[in-house]
């Protein structure tokens, strides 16, 4: 029945990759975007990187991967990139099964490896697994993470008691980016000089941290990313995050949520993309940006652009899920600017 379910998935899924994917939609989704190049520019107002240490060390969990189902076009495997979880904050955090894409034909030589970091909750990997399979198509080795259900229902708001905070958990989903990348180095198929990370929603969050703390990585994509962690808390209308909202304003005795912005906790978090902005190169980023959106509003997705040195930006005039509308238009663009970055040494 599952092996059925995903035929149906795989089946479905090329049939909207072929429409979304067409060159009549790729021209009108060219017409109504902005794309906006990267413009050097001296005196931009970004301050030194203040990257935290969050306790990484390098290390590799060796496993066999576990050929799984995948569309004809490429070769897909389970794998177990890091060891299962041992503490409240790993099983909030990135599952340590992944999934592992290569194209279906065979270059003969190691290729560009891509980190897929995922959405706030999918259980079913539809974001995170659907990229990584369209990167691979493309040519790349590809290595998604996975999320579960929201973690913001189930981390504490107080100051001190039982359990990991929001601020943990994301720690860790930096730290597991950065494992991920060890994993990626590991593979034969992979060439560890050549490594770039895509992000979408709170993937395109914790991303630009992994690339800012992470000198391996030389390329990212983040699709709907936002900076000030406390300003996407206080104004997203996604419904975890308002439920989560609603406990920290009770606990603090709030009624104004823009009040979140002047807690303490929230100008000295350890896992602000803001703090990592300035260590990564803006020519080396490419950002997607929904103009409507609720989710992770417009004004937070500007403060990722300026903080990274207003990078080459593509602005889409949908809201979070509209953005699925572009999915493949965003995911070919990436995959363009990708090679152009990962581009094989002369």
Not at 123 to 129: I, K, W, Y
Not at 180 to 200: A, F, M, N, Q, T
Not at 320 to 344: D, N, Q, S, T, V
Request: with cysteine; hydrophobic share 40%; charged share 25%.
């Amino acid at each position: 029945m599952r092996r059925f379910g995903r035929s149906v998935y795989f089946l479905a899924d090329q049939t909207f990759r072929s429409v979304a994917g067409s060159t009549a939609v790729m021209r009108l989704l060219d017409l109504v975007s902005r794309d906006e190049p990267h413009v050097p520019a001296n005196g931009d107002g970004r301050g030194p990187a203040q990257v935290p240490d969050l306790g990484y060390r390098a290390a590799v969990h060796a496993s066999d991967p576990i050929p799984t189902t995948a569309p004809r076009h490429v070769r897909g495997w389970q794998v177990q990139w890091k060891p299962a979880a041992r503490s409240p904050v790993d099983g909030l955090g990135y599952k340590s099964l992944g999934g592992f894409y290569l194209p279906r034909t065979d270059m003969g030589r190691p290729r560009p490896g891509i980190l897929v970091l995922p959405v706030l909750h999918d259980r079913f990997n539809l974001a995170s697994g659907t990229l990584a399979r369209y990167f691979a198509s493309q040519g790349f080795a590809a290595l998604e993470l996975r999320s579960g259900t929201s973690f913001l229902d189930r981390v504490r708001v107080t100051l001190h008691g039982p359990g990991p905070t929001w601020e943990d958990v994301v720690a860790e989903m930096i730290v597991d980016g950065r494992r991920g990348l060890d994993w990626l180095c590991s593979r034969p198929e992979v060439d560890g000089r050549r490594l770039g990370v895509v992000g979408v929603s709170h993937g395109a969050i914790v991303g630009p941290c992994v690339l800012g703390a992470d000198a391996r990585l030389t390329a990212g994509v983040f699709c709907m990313g936002g900076a000030n962690e406390a300003m996407i808390v206080a104004r997203s209308r996604e419904r975890s995050v308002r439920r989560f909202r609603e406990r920290i304003m009770q606990v603090h005795g709030l009624t104004d949520p823009n009040d979140l912005l002047l807690l303490p906790q929230a100008q000295a978090s350890r896992t602000e993309p803001m703090r990592y902005a300035p260590a990564v190169d803006p020519r080396a980023v490419l950002l997607f940006k929904t103009r409507r959106d609720r989710a992770i509003v417009p004004e937070a997705q500007d403060k990722l652009w300026e903080a990274l040195g207003r990078p080459r930006r593509i602005t889409l005039p949908f809201g979070h899920i509209g953005f699925g509308l572009a999915f493949y238009y965003a995911a070919r663009r990436a995959a363009e600017f990708l090679w152009e970055r990962l581009a094989a040494p002369a």
